[in-house]
């Protein structure tokens, strides 16, 4: 039985945060060598987690899937961090950023957290710079911004196109600092499988030694899970290809409720993809679209090099459709449209999937050299990966998934509803709402790890007092079964005909047609249908060679992938029980006559929480949103 | 004695010191070859510069040990350096491709190893005397050692001629790496600086080869006689 | 030569055939071996990990074990991908990660070797696969900067010239894959080391714990049992963010300065006043 409670102090928004450290209790420095902590996932949010649990006395047994903790995925942001520091003095604020954020998500998120993100945003900075963070800094030796993702004040910071990167490395470097001391034992190498729930609180996990295969439980004070998001369940997306939902999804099924599933981000430059073999996509900055026109031919049909296409038959679709923001509608405006050409048929490139994003007017009106001036590093990008010269034929874009504002359900101290199982990071759900804005993811990996979590978990863990359990308690065990039976059920595949990739890719396109950028009720009816049935073929047909006792990469992606395939449906029961348009969650019987989004306030303020039942539909729970300081208003772009 | 051997585990200390070593022998084998290029006014100079060198035993003596030492510290660290170096990759690659390392810098440990044979020879062969039975051991007129008569009469012979250029060949292709890897490893880099570091390697190099061969084939062609 | 054709609009769909002879071992204290596999149905639009997903795509529907090779971000900044392709470390591009290579660079026909990372301190986990965490303990040696979290002074309080952030910025550019050590003939990490040096040694925050830092890295490079560095600069001709070797002269003036410096006096210790405040 799930209760939400969202345990926001009260207040004045700008107390709340102040107040709930204060009102938090302490835990005696003593009492904290003894208390161990587990931290799964080394990304912004894990590392800045273990290291900070570790400088503050704590006992840290830190995993990763990688070989090194400096490899998770947040290494691959690009653009920047944001923060309310108004440098440039151009009006921003605390206030601001707030305000930015929630209307971002499109009112789905909640005020205190968001708040609070804002508040804390200051001092990320600060304590990146102190850790070494070579920010990009102006003559004068000060940090230098830039505006980003459409918002009127410049408050992003950066290093170069590697600020994810750069805030990785600073984590990852406090990190190496606590493992020196002894305070942090890392594991890299080994994946989390599984939950030790006992007597209603998290104790532990299980664990697969990735090298020997070897299965063991490590039991603690509280379990810490930063194991990002799952945009690969659309098989394509920009993420690494060991993104995955395994750890957040088997909390799920041990009582962890899931919130918004469906709340996936879908970014529209990518380079599309060239073919089936297709391992990945590649994003492009969105800047591009400042001066490239994106347009698809008239006729289906025509076959014509792009160059050779007359402009009286070609379709400059978003200037068409929006004559007011013509190319630069947000991101997820971009994106619909560019899917809505493709499905029509009008595609360009393999499989028919992208459109041209032509620089050619702005290298004739500005010449060649502004072009790669501005965008030069991107062109050369786009060629090593397409073998293409945009400075001669139009790039080809289409959009891809890069982010999951959905996660793991958490109250304002970050924990899930397992006392004592804290999310952090990309892994919950917490703060971007409906839509996130550009440069803040890094921003509240970062506010989990080094300033939240580390206050909130000790109030925890001085309220519960409860030693750990032995690494063979009944619970422990129990899930040591759960992982064993599912892994030799892994490598007993009957059919033996099709491989975990290729389940992969087939769950992909169903989630991609009918739960990506657009959905509408039929669609999602008929996912929830297709799905069930791929997965009972994957588990008769699906080959995995080789055995669990050794180092197989094989058997670690047909796991997520048997994940992917069950959570698959949880994201379409909330996309298709959400009748309402908001943010990146698009449903098509939910369009005003121009096809903008309505949202629908009176119904669907809320968290969609939900329940994991076994053998039984997912159970929803709501956490109303209430907005007492902001009043919620329409996103419009033509 | 701990202290030294905590100093030379650390494969930084052992390069900083072998290459000052190194830079030193340099420095020799420049003085060296300028000393020589007298044999060029006649033997009245080259054989005055000897005598005036082994009129000062102290010093001379002084500075062989010296070298002796600075050679042997050298020759000690960098054998001890590659050997680890070979420890550091037990399985070879089976395809092997090049970028950026020079032949020289490839060849170090044997262009290296000829030098040792090549000083030792020439030690006992022009210094000592102890290998060509035939070279004239008289003196000169005024009574100097004939430095300028051995010279003449070891370079004739077209089979010490081919020993020395090799000698010469191996000098210089392991100083145009060493010098400019001396100055790396000793941290001297600048921005503006570093291709005049680069080019004062093959330079200093050249110089120095040039140098000694100008004097050994003067005498092989005939330009130069007794 | 040959080029595998340049994409266009409409039939650019060019198949390759290739023949691999890649590095195969089954554990670390196992026997390995060159293995060779034929190919064929590439397209010259994949990467190079592509091509060997198709490959091991087939290898898994013929009841075989799938070639093991480290890969994760496929965009060249994680740093996980490491393949030492035709004797030469992240393949024939320049400055580039072994998943920015496309197949269009290679010639129809060819013949590919693929090997791991080789070096004593990167032990083999599995065929392709190589254990790097010496890189991480070299890191843990010193590799930061010893600040607690919280009660950071204000970013802008500490000043730093836009040149000397561009220098941190490009040393700290590091991904850690080791592609430096699998290039040089020693199978040195200093280009790895001089990078973290470099980094914390350029900016004012990682001054303090200086000469600490570039002793311990130093230190646990040697012990983890690299090589020297010969100056050769394969490590910079490899290295997918060309990291300059001035850093490593860099590291060297550190070392330097850190040897003749750093000797500290014998730390006094304080007069005994007991417990009384």
Known sequence: MIILDSNIPPGPLEMKWDRRRFSGKLVSPANKRRIKIIVVGTGLAGASAASTLGQLGYQVECFCFHDSPRRAHSIAAQGGINAAKNYQDDGDSVARLFYDTIKGGDFRSREASVYRLAQISTQIIDQCVALGVPFAREYGGQLANRSFGGVQVSRTFYCRGQTGQQLLLGAYSALCWQIERGQVTMRPRTEMLDVIVADGHARGIVVRDLVSGRLSAHTAHAVVLATGGYSNVYYLSTNASGCNVTATYRAWKQGAAFANPSFTQIHPTAIPPAGDHQAKLTLMSESLRNDGRLWVPVSPSDRRSPNAIPPSERDYFLERRYPRFGNLVPRDVASRAVKAICDEGRGVGPGGQGVYLDFSDVIRQQGIEVVRERYGNLFEMYQRITGENAYEVPMRIYPAPHYTMGGLWVDYNLMSTIPGLFVVGEANFADHGANRLGASSLMQGLADGYFILPYTIGHYLATVDSPPIAEDHGAARAALERVEARIKKLLQGKGRRRTAASFHRTLGKILWDHCGMSRCAAGLRAALEAIPPLREEFWQNVVVPGSGDMFNQELEYAGRVADFLEFAELMCHDALHREESCGAHFREEYQTEDGEPRRDDERFAYVAAWEYREGEAPVLHKEPLNFEFVQPTTRSYQ | MSRVKVFFNSSVNSKIVASLAGLGLTGFAIFHMLGNLQVFEGSDAINGYASILRDMPILLWTARMGLLIVAGLHIGLVIRLALRNRQGRPVAYAVRRYRAASVASRTMVLTGSLLLFFIIFHLLHLTAGLIDASAPDGLDIQGRVDVYGKIIHAFRNPLYVGIYFVGQLALGLHLSHAISSGLQTLGIEHAALNRLFKLAGSGIALFVVLGNLSIIFAVFLGLIRA | ?277
């Open chain 3, 1 to 277: 030569m040959l080029v595998a054709g340049r994409k266009r609009r409409g039939g650019y769909r060019r198949i390759v055939k290739l023949t691999l002879r890649i590095w195969r071992q089954r554990g670390p204290n196992e026997r390995g071996g060159l293995v060779t596999y034929q190919v064929d149905d590439i397209s010259p639009d994949m990467s190079f990990l592509e091509m060997l997903d198709a490959l091991n795509q087939q290898l898994i529907m013929a009841g075989e074990e799938p070639v093991a090779f480290e890969h994760d971000c496929r965009e060249g900044i994680c740093g996980s991908c490491s393949l030492v392709i035709d004797g030469v470390p992240h393949g024939p591009d320049r400055g580039v990660t072994t998943c920015q290579l496309y197949m269009r660079r290679f010639a129809d026909g060819k013949t590919i070797t693929i090997e791991p990372w080789r070096a004593r301190a990167f032990p083999i986990v599995k065929d392709l696969v190589v254990d790097r965490r010496a890189l991480d303990r070299i890191m843990q040696a010193g590799g930061y900067i010893s600040v607690n979290t919280g009660g950071a002074v204000d970013g802008n309080t500490l000043l730093i010239g836009k040149e000397e952030a561009e220098t941190a910025m490009d040393a700290a550019s590091c991904i850690g894959c080791g592609a430096c050590v699998a290039a040089c003939k020693n199978a040195s990490a200093m280009l790895f080391v001089a990078a973290k040096v470099a980094h914390l040694a350029t900016l004012p925050q990682g001054k303090p714990e200086r000469t600490r830092r570039v002793m311990a890295m130093v230190q646990a490079m040697d012990r983890e049992g690299f090589g020297s560095c010969g100056n050769q600069y394969e490590c910079e001709a490899v290295c997918p963010k060309n990291i300059s070797v001035r850093f490593i002269a860099l590291l060297n003036r550190e070392y330097l300065r850190a040897g003749i410096l750093g000797t500290k006096m014998p730390a006094q210790s304080d007069p005994p006043h007991g417990e009384s405040y």
